[in-house]
């Protein structure tokens, strides 16, 4: 399988320290500030008048240029200098950037003592919650915390934001409601959900259609055992029990129908458009489905061929029967004939349907319901080599199952299957809103005898990624059918490129190194500069979705640049 990491990026588009002695020697004084003050400190008289403003129990930021005795030189965030005497038992050193209390201030004199990073946080939080107009309640308090720890603004408007979603969804995590805001992502149930769901590792939307596959195969289960439970009923003497009969082989032909509805939907609507283009009266390139034997063992292809030459000898008449049985012969059949031929049989005949009993045993609707979704709902190494061949894949899932949900179709779907689909629907809602800011896909990838899915998280900011950025860094998690889960870290800087391979045993790591010549040699066709390492996947390595991609760039302890902030 050959996948362009180029391609696809392309288609997507300091803290408060410990406490030491606070006497600390001039010579660690930060440079350019003489450590001399009485001979070459800077001007404090524009950072005095400042201070001289402030009132006894306000707060500032200001970072430690030199100490002596109890005096303290501070730059504050604007660049101004202050003098100012630390309180007793204080311990500060050269260098840290701390939030300061003001204990007294007299025209003689500005007394200050550093806060603790807890002491930070609880005046911070009751300040903020003050200017915001919220009581001091723990559910507030959390709130703020969240946005502390999350770096966010705590400003009244995002205060309110905060405590009306979490009101209005009070099941949520609030990390989570933190991070959908911070994304600029819609506040909602489904995306809720969703994001909670990738934080689990329960997002795979490869799972998700093979789940629709396996409910495919359901139906047509109990569409047959339906049928086989009406004819072991007895012949129905009262008019009660002729009704419900009628009812259900009348339901059992509905079903059919859908089925058959939604076989043909699929396989006829996911051919490959330009990138503006919409599907047009249902006159698109139908999917190349593989011939039938190369899906289905020879023990089902017997069980196949002797239901429908049963079938045929009681109907010989019977059109649909006499097309399947002709390509079976022809060894011409492909799953999506079968498939097409069989559910409009039943759609039509539903008295053959307890003849397919034997298909649950052989699993046989199983195998072709699986086959028909790797057709028709997931990639192939070919369409992720085209130009926007991703993007336009989803665009042509969506439209798909939109499609199978719309014109009332969906009360008509059994409750499971509507379910699944709409999960598959607010999945991919869910990863375009996400892409708006940073850059993830997955590409669930059908191979010739095996399936992948694959993620792409792209650790670039979206807007420098669309200017071109020289610099990308990439992680490309594969679950592979045989190999396993595999983390393929790339490292893109202008024609260099650094790829780091996690694998899970040691035959992984033969078998890469055994084929990485080809991998190289590719490369460098298309002018790249490659380094290879590779290592076995260890337990404390495995990727986060939430901590490792969506919070990498937020800078943790940053309590104290929020003071002044709040000021503001």
Known sequence: MQLNLNSIIHQLTNNAGSSVDKNAQTSNTAPNVSSNVQNTQPSTSAGNALLQNMLAGDTFTGKVMSIKDSMALLMLTGGDFVNAHIAEG????????????????????????????NEQQAFLINKALDAAGYSLNESNIHIVKELIGMNMPIDAAMIEKMITSANEFP?????????????????????????????????????QLNSMGEQFSQLFTNIVSNEAAMKNSAVADNEALAGNLAKLQNFNMQQASM?????????????????????????QEAVLSQPLQDVLSDKQMKTLESTINQLLSESPDNEQLQTISNALREKSLTTNQLLSD?????????????????????????KLFSQMINETMKLTPADVAKEDG???????????????????????????????????????DFMNDL?????????????????????????????????????VSAMLHLDMEHLGPIDIYVRLQNKNVSTNFCL??????????????????????????????????????KFDFVEDFVEKDISKNSTSQFILDIRA
């Open 504 to 541: 899970a045993s040691e035959e992984l790591l033969d078998f890469v190194y055994a084929h990485i010549d080809k991998l190289d040699a590719r490369l460098q066709a298309l002018g790249y500069s490659t380094s290879f390492e590779m290592k076995l996947n260890e337990p404390e390595d």
């Open 342 to 366: 069989l559910t409009l049989l039943l759609k039509n005949n539903p008295e053959f349907a307890s003849k397919f009993s034997s298909f649950g045993e052989a699993s046989i609707m199983e």
């Open 90 to 117: 204080s311990s500060v050193s050269v260098g840290q950037n701390l939030t300061f209390l003001i204990e007294q201030n007299t025209k003689q004199n500005i007394s200050i003592k550093p806060l603790t990073m």
């Open 390 to 428: 991703i993007k336009n894949y989803y665009k042509r899932l969506k439209q798909s199952l939109e499609k199978l949900t719309s014109d009332g179709r969906e009360s008509a779907l059994p409750q499971e299957l509507s379910k699944s689909m709409n999960e598959v629907k607010a999945n991919i």
């Open 435 to 471: 892409n708006k800011n940073m850059t993830y896909v997955q590409i669930p990838i059908q191979l010739k005898n095996s399936e992948t899915n694959g993620e792409l998280y792209v650790f670039t900011n979206k807007k420098a990624l669309s200017k071109g950025a020289d610099n």
């Open 171 to 207: 099941q949520a995590n609030l990390k989570t409601i933190a991070n959908l805001i911070r994304l600029e992502m819609p506040i909602t149930q489904d995306n809720i959900m969703q994001f909670e769901a990738y934080s689990n590792y329960q997002n795979s939307i490869s799972s």
């Open 259 to 283: 089925l058959n509805d939604i076989v043909n939907t699929l396989y006829q609507n996911t051919s490959y458009q330009n990138q503006d283009a919409t599907y047009q009266n249902g006159l």
